[in-house]
């Protein structure tokens, strides 16, 4: 699964906590961020696109799928949208810092839930629920080294990556997903791999399936999830990486 961060917006420009709020498109040096991103993916076969119902993550997936001759099929899937911030949308984060509950935003979110909006255990829980269903449903239908998109936003995307990474809510401030950034996670049979976090440049073509074994050719014994010990030579090998 790549994850994808839309790229900066207005509303990140400026300060600005956007939530769900409509009409919050990317700007200028958003447009350059997802454009980028594209670059890097463009080598990679899409089995499945899931993107975010708000507009900026729609509008990243569309930089992203612009020119590509093996589009793939487009699921906007609530599952990923933006956390409900409730009160706090529009409000500076300039504002919202001076706000007692900040703190505890800091450094306990999961005891946090917005005025007038939802918890973050019920984000991270919801997110992973819908990444990890598409994720099953692309496996099922092409395989285990078939590639997958998300695109979606900065706190989904960070509390996703808690999950694959056995860390509590409570700790995922400690991850950073930037505007268009790339992250990229694989559900194995015995346990997720976080292959990726954060990226904003790098060639991504390793992640491409790879063509199967030849004919008589002695399989590895390991598990594709299995952990190299010592560490593995790398993804050029075709062992470590999907």
């Known amino acids: ?30 447009l350059e961020q997802a454009a980028r991103a594209a670059e890097r993916i ?29 589009l793939p099929s487009v699921v906007v899937e609530e599952g990923v949208s933006e956390c409900d911030y409730g009160e706090w949308q529009g409000e500076k984060i300039t504002t919202l810092a001076r706000r007692k509950l900040w703190k505890t935003v800091q450094t306990q979110p999961s005891a946090v839930t917005f005025p007038g909006g939802e918890s973050m255990a019920a984000m991270q829980a919801r997110a992973v629920e819908a990444v990890r269903r598409h994720d099953a449903a692309v496996t099922a239908a092409h395989g285990d080294a078939a590639v997958w998109l998300c695109v979606s936003h900065g706190d989904l995307i960070k ?3 808690a999950d694959a990474l056995g860390m509590h ?7 950073h997903v930037d505007p268009a950034s790339v992250s990229v ?16 440049a790098g060639d991504l073509s390793w992640l491409a399936p790879k063509a199967p074994a030849k004919k008589g050719r002695k399989s590895s014994r390991r598990r594709n999830d299995d952990a190299v010990v010592g ?8 062992l470590d990486k999907v």
């Open 1 to 30: 699964m790549i994850l994808v961060r839309h790229g900066r917006t207005t509303a990140n420009a400026s300060g600005t906590l956007a939530g769900r709020l409509p009409g919050v498109r990317l700007d200028e040096r958003g």
């Open 231 to 238: 560490g593995g030579s790398g993804p050029e090998d075709g």
């Open 159 to 161: 509390s996703v990556l």
């Open 185 to 200: 996670v694989r559900y194995g049979e015995g346990r997720p791999s976080v292959l990726a976090t954060n990226t904003h």
């Open 169 to 175: 809510l409570d700790l995922f401030q400690r991850l």
């Open 42 to 70: 463009a080598p990679v076969p899409l089995a499945l696109a899931v993107t975010s119902p708000m507009e900026r993550c729609q509008q990243t997936l569309s930089v992203i799928l612009e020119g590509r001759a093996d």
